[in-house]
T-cell receptor, first 110, second 113 residues
Framework: DAKTTQPPSMDCAEGRAANLPCNHS???????VYWYRQIHSQGPQYIIH???NNETNEMASLIITEDRKSSTLILPHATLRDTAVYYC???????????FGAGTRLAVHP | DAGVIQSPRHEVTEMGQEVTLRCKPI?????LFWYRQTMMRGLELLIY????????DSGMPEDRFSAKMPNASFSTLKIQPSEPRDSAVYFC???????????FGSGTRLTVV
């Protein structure tokens, strides 16, 4: 699986958009970009995934650059409940193992 | 759907004792994963099953650890004998097709004293 690089921490004001970057410069053509988050002491939660096109669901939007070497997870209106560690993972589709890195610790403050 | 169910939620045991962690995946999911999380090492994949068959156990730290999946609705992770360095939160996850993402359980917090 391709290695991903994320900033260790970020801050965001409540109500503002949170933009979390991820670099995956060695991503292969068959590898998806997955985003998960882990709220303190809970199990990780799936957020969104994408291959080439930008994706949006009820939780977030995923913007993938045209060369697929980086992506950004966007939480459009961050709330205090979005405070969590966010993990970006590049891995093939289908059943397979997901390897979690250190992630980005997002703190949303009032 | 009740989600992925793990038991117990908390386990405190003495060094040298056998510990068994249990997981019930979401009905219909055909892949199951065991992870361990510590402050020092983060989330580590221990083993995963597909259609009840172990596919990759390269993350199992040593022979003291074993995992089974006797049927599609149940899996166990056993540590025998347990050691203090096994203290961690152990998560179980399942999915049908990873394109749709894993669903994680709430975890078992294991403390070995």
């Amino acid at each position: 699986d391709a290695k991903t690089t994320q900033p260790p921490s970020m801050d965001c004001a409540e109500g503002r958009a949170a933009n979390l970057p991820c670099n995956h410069s060695t991503i292969s053509g068959n590898e998806y970009v997955y985003w998960y988050r882990q709220i303190h002491s809970q199990g990780p939660q799936y957020i969104i995934h994408g291959l080439k096109n930008n994706e949006t669901n009820e939780m977030a939007s995923l913007i993938i650059t045209e060369d697929r070497k980086s992506s950004t997870l966007i939480l459009p209106h961050a709330t205090l409940r979005d405070t969590a560690v966010y993990y970006c993972i590049a891995a093939p589709g289908g059943y397979n193992k997901l390897i979690f890195g250190a992630g980005t610790r997002l703190a949303v403050h009032p | 759907d009740a989600g992925v169910i793990q038991s117990p939620r908390h386990e405190v045991t003495e060094m040298g004792q056998e510990v068994t962690l249990r997981c019930k995946p979401i009905s219909g999911h055909n892949s199951l994963f065991w992870y361990r999380q510590t402050m020092m090492r983060g989330l580590e994949l221990l083993i995963y099953f597909n259609n009840n068959v172990p596919i990759d156990d390269s993350g199992m730290p040593e022979d003291r650890f074993s995992a089974k999946m006797p049927n599609a609705s149940f899996s166990t992770l056993k540590i025998q004998p347990s050691e203090p360095r096994d203290s961690a939160v152990y998560f179980c996850a399942s999915n049908l097709d990873r394109v749709y993402g894993y669903t994680f359980g709430s975890g078992t917090r294991l403390t070995v004293v």
